[in-house]
């Protein structure tokens, strides 16, 4: 649940961007950090290996408005989707109160995707999180390329209780801003029924 | 799922009152009290020309690093770290029940006091943190219980 200071006045919100290696999580977050007004957001880290792949997390805060005279911050992370990174992201996911999941729509990164949907379940499950009971939303990536895998199969496949789901460019920016909103909304919407 | 932490002015000023005490007994530049999660409980000190937002959220990762690998070796967790720098230090330590104090100091300072002025400063932040988990959650939630549609889509406004 997100943490609410009512001393500042803020509700601060924790969304994780999770997937496969290389399926956009970071791209993601440097679209939203390109084009969001400056005063909205702070500085993006990122803690990335030497070839720039995502070593332990990105982190974005944004500051969007509002809600009933209470700031409303998320703070967006993403993990390491390398396999061998599992330890550090089942640390990154402690505190969350959203997920995106980023499929890579590639037909050779299928399994991957599979595999780290499975992943993300283990260690949510392990913080005592239920991913079919919380904030959830997909982004299918990278359906410019050509052996992006039909989009009935992916959303049969990685997306059977049909959360809300996204097809997206995240190099261009298509449909990265509607993912987000989403899962913004999701998790005000989830604040609301508690 | 552990409990939710709901800030109230109450702790908030108890906590800051903490703070100030202790970053004037021990002379350090700035005092900050951080949740796990990554978020910003209190601070005091020269704190206006930082980067508070991503420096809770760097403290909570170290931590939550430097603890996969504390029960990697068989350890609960390492409570205390500490990081010499050029000009400045920072000591780290755990505040039971979930949270991280970070102390910046320079050479108006040093490390045992700091430690030293640490371990009683954690004893009173605990008590005001475990009081604020022990309040009922339902004080947080009646706040939001009115959200309309048209509240959550002007946090997007057309900035975004």
């Known amino acids: 649940m997100p943490f609410i200071n009512y001393a500042s006045h803020e509700i601060n919100c924790k969304i994780v961007y999770y997937g496969p290696g290389l399926c956009g999580k970071t791209t993601n977050l440097q679209y939203i950090f390109a084009k969001t007004n400056p005063a909205l957001k702070g500085k993006m880290i990122s803690l990335e290996t030497e070839t720039e792949r995502t070593l332990f997390f990105d982190f974005l805060p944004l500051a969007l408005g509002q809600i009933k005279g209470f700031k409303a911050r998320f703070h967006l992370y ?43 379940r283990e260690n949510l499950e392990q913080h005592g999180y239920d991913l079919d009971h919380m904030p959830y939303v997909v982004q299918y990536n990278k359906r410019d390329l050509p052996t992006a895998v039909d989009l009935d199969f992916l959303r049969a496949n990685l997306n059977p209780t049909n959360v809300p789901d996204y097809e997206a460019v995240a190099t261009t920016g298509h449909n990265v801003f509607p993912t987000l909103k989403a899962i913004a909304r999701q ?3 989830d604040l609301k029924k508690r | 799922m552990k409990n939710q932490l709901v800030l109230h002015k109450e702790e908030y000023e108890k906590l800051s009152a903490i703070c100030n005490s202790l970053q004037r007994g021990t002379y350090a530049k700035a005092v900050f009290l951080i949740d796990k999660d990554g978020q910003l409980l209190a601070s005091s000190g020269e704190t206006q020309d930082l980067d508070v937002t991503s420096l809770a959220s760097l403290t909570a990762g170290n931590i ?72 009922p ?21 057309e900035n975004v």
């Open chain 1, 78 to 120: 993403t993990v390491p989707g390398q396999v061998f990174y599992d330890a550090s992201r089942r640390l990154i996911l402690r505190g969350v109160d959203g997920v995106v999941f980023v499929a890579d729509s590639q037909a050779e990164r299928y399994e991957a995707n599979l595999e780290s949907l499975e992943n993300l």
């Open chain 1, 187 to 189: 998790v005000v919407e």
């Open chain 2, 64 to 135: 939550a690093a430097t603890g996969g690998l504390a029960e990697l070796l068989g350890e609960k967790e390492f409570v205390i770290q500490s990081n010499e720098g050029e000009h400045e230090n920072v000591n780290i330590s755990i505040v039971p029940p979930r949270a991280i104090l970070l102390i910046i100091f320079d050479r108006r300072s040093n490390l045992g006091l700091v430690r030293l002025r640490v371990r009683s400063a954690s004893q009173e932040m605990t008590k005001v943190l475990e009081e604020a988990l022990q309040k």
């Open chain 2, 137 to 157: 959650e339902d004080q947080g939630k009646a706040a939001f219980s009115d959200f309309t549609d048209d509240d959550i889509d002007l946090i997007f406004g």
